[in-house]
C-alpha cells in the first residue's frame, strides 16, 4: 500500500488510488416542477458528469414533492459538495443531502 497519499475514512485507511473509485450519492428533494428534474440534471450536464444511476419520483402528500436519486463515481469529495451547494442554489430544491460508498474491501 503506497503511504504517499491516503485519505481515512472511518475505521480504515483508503488510498488515493481507491478513493478516486467512491460512488457518490446525491439525495434531492424538490417541488414537483416539471423543470426540476432537467435543471437538476444540468448541474451534473455543465460539468461534464454521467450520473451512473438516476432515479426520480413523486412523493409527499398529493406528489407535491420530486425525490431525486443520483450516483455518480469517481467524484473527489471536495466536487461533490461544491455540486451539492450548486444544486441547494436552484430554486425548487428543497433539500440536498450526500453520501459517498466505498468500493468493498476483499481481504
Known amino acids: 500500500m503506497s503511504t504517499d497519499s491516503v485519505r481515512l475514512d472511518a475505521d480504515r485507511v483508503v488510498t488515493t488510488e481507491q478513493a478516486q473509485t467512491v460512488t457518490a450519492c446525491f439525495a434531492i428533494r424538490a417541488a414537483a416542477d416539471p423543470g426540476s428534474l432537467p435543471r437538476i440534471l444540468e448541474i451534473f450536464a455543465k460539468r461534464g458528469l454521467v450520473p451512473s444511476s438516476v432515479q ?48 468493498a474491501h476483499v481481504a
Request: aromatic content about 2%; glycine content about 6%.
Open 56 to 103: 426520480a419520483r413523486l412523493t409527499g402528500v398529493g406528489e407535491s414533492a420530486l425525490s431525486v436519486d443520483l450516483q455518480v463515481a469517481g467524484l473527489e469529495p471536495a466536487l461533490v459538495e461544491v455540486v451539492a451547494e450548486t444544486l441547494r442554489q436552484i430554486w425548487v430544491v428543497e433539500r440536498v443531502l450526500t453520501a459517498e460508498v466505498l468500493p
